[in-house]
């Protein structure tokens, strides 16, 4: 699984956690909605600058954004 992979999975769970919307989170981090879809579907990297502000607008550590996903058992 890729990074970009990553990230989706990631961003989207938290996201779900937090009860919150693309359109939510993407006034958040001060992104556009499509571009946080894309994130969210792989299909774009997001630069170091939207990681911050995605972990910033969803109150976790950059590094939860790209943590690979443990296994399931």
């Known amino acids: 699984m890729d990074l970009n992979e990553v990230m989706a999975i990631n961003m989207r769970r938290l996201r779900h956690d937090q009860n919150l919307t ?4 993407a006034a958040r981090a001060d992104v556009s909605m499509r571009y ?3 994130i969210e ?4 990297s997001a630069s170091v600058t939207v990681l911050g502000r995605l972990a910033n607008a969803l109150s ?4 939860e954004l790209i943590k690979q996903p443990k296994p399931k058992t």
Do not use: M, N, T, Y
């Open 41 to 44: 579907r792989a299909r774009v």
């Open 36 to 38: 946080l879809g894309s």
């Open 22 to 25: 693309q359109e939510e989170l």
């Open 60 to 63: 976790v550590d950059p590094c």
